[in-house]
């Protein structure tokens, strides 16, 4: 996508005053205009999540894994959705960005009740 961008623009276009131009194209050349700094961008975004960045995650992520379980094992019985499913991304993802996990306010934004 960014190189599209990069042709028109070497073809002379103006993005911000063309038709055929739309959001995604747009933020690429406010938020990303060179190659380079796509990549960069992309790489800064991605790295905490896949390729060599994951496996820095992996004792933190068993170890939420292990205390959302033990909330529930007792019980012989879990609401998996709200009681694993749910949690467990936004925990880590509340960790990874610097949050203590125990501190935040697990949503429940697009839960259902039968």
């Given at each position: 996508?960014?190189?599209?961008?990069?042709?028109?623009?070497?073809?002379?276009?103006?993005?911000?005053?063309?038709?055929?131009?739309?959001a995604?194209?747009?933020?690429?050349?406010t938020l990303?205009?060179?190659?380079?700094?796509w990549r960069s961008h992309r790489q800064e975004l991605?790295?905490?999540w896949v390729g060599p960045g994951a496996s820095r995650h992996q004792e933190m992520i068993t170890a939420t894994v292990n205390e959302l379980i033990d909330d529930w094992i007792d019980r012989g019985r879990v609401e998996f959705v709200s009681e694993f499913a749910r949690p467990l991304p936004?925990?880590?993802?509340?960790?990874?960005?610097?949050?203590?996990?125990?501190?935040?306010?697990?949503?429940n934004v697009g839960a259902t009740r039968r």
């Open positions: 996508m960014s190189q599209n961008v990069d042709r028109l623009v070497e073809r002379g276009i103006v993005l911000d005053e063309s038709n055929n131009i739309n995604m194209m747009a933020s690429i050349v990303r205009p060179t190659i380079p700094l991605t790295d905490p936004q925990r880590v993802m509340a960790s990874v960005l610097g949050f203590h996990t125990r501190t935040c306010r697990i949503s």
